[in-house]
């Protein structure tokens, strides 16, 4: 795709350290060089103003994931790029049918009026909740790590979204202040809200969650 739209040796493409590996592996087999920008916190997608920030002589292209069934802002991306003289080119997730959608979202609402001690998901318009994702409270990834491990031990199959951001990557370890990304990386679960979920298995979600409080104990 990359290399059809012309970039390639010498170009620099923008692209969201908080995800899969394959889109900055995908630059590089253009001979590009994947340059890394920060997230908004609440779409978990590329902050239009990070990207700003990004751009260099060199810019060629800004490849935009969209995150959980959340969208960027491709309006404002594809205005900068306009701006720039940049490609923005887009990932998404595959879409689910209606009627599965409507459940997830359905499920969704149930688990942020009824979780305590985590911050659910921000809805925003559109969303489809292809993971519904909270943040766990406390001093990053130990608490995370702890909190889905006493989940799963209750019987609730959650995981984690990142495990390591892109750019901490051996093969792509860069230099970059990447504040949200980090924090997203250490900080986030993903909590099941399959159209598959019985009110049971559901309340057993919320149940194994507020016991926890959301966080177990804090790693000083």
Known sequence: MLRA???????EVIV???????????????GALP??????????CLDVTAVEAAVTPRSAAVVVVHRFGRWADVRRLR???QRHGLLVLEQGESEAPYDEIAQRRQRAAYLDAKLRGVRTPDGGDGHTFQQYVVRVPGNGRPDRDAFARALRGKG???RVPVKTAVHRLPEFRRCVSLP???RAADETLALPVDASLTKREMQRIVSACNALGGLLQPAF
Not at 16 to 30: D, I, K, Q, S, Y
Not at 35 to 44: E, G, R, S
């Open 35 to 44: 340059v890394f920008a920060d997230i908004d916190p609440l779409t978990y």
């Open 156 to 158: 609730v199959d959650c």
């Open 180 to 182: 949200e990304t980090e």
């Open 16 to 30: 969201p350290a908080f995800g899969n590996v394959e889109v900055a592996e995908a630059v590089t087999l253009a």
């Open 79 to 81: 205005e900068l790029g």
């Open 5 to 11: 739209a012309g970039v390639g040796v010498g170009d």
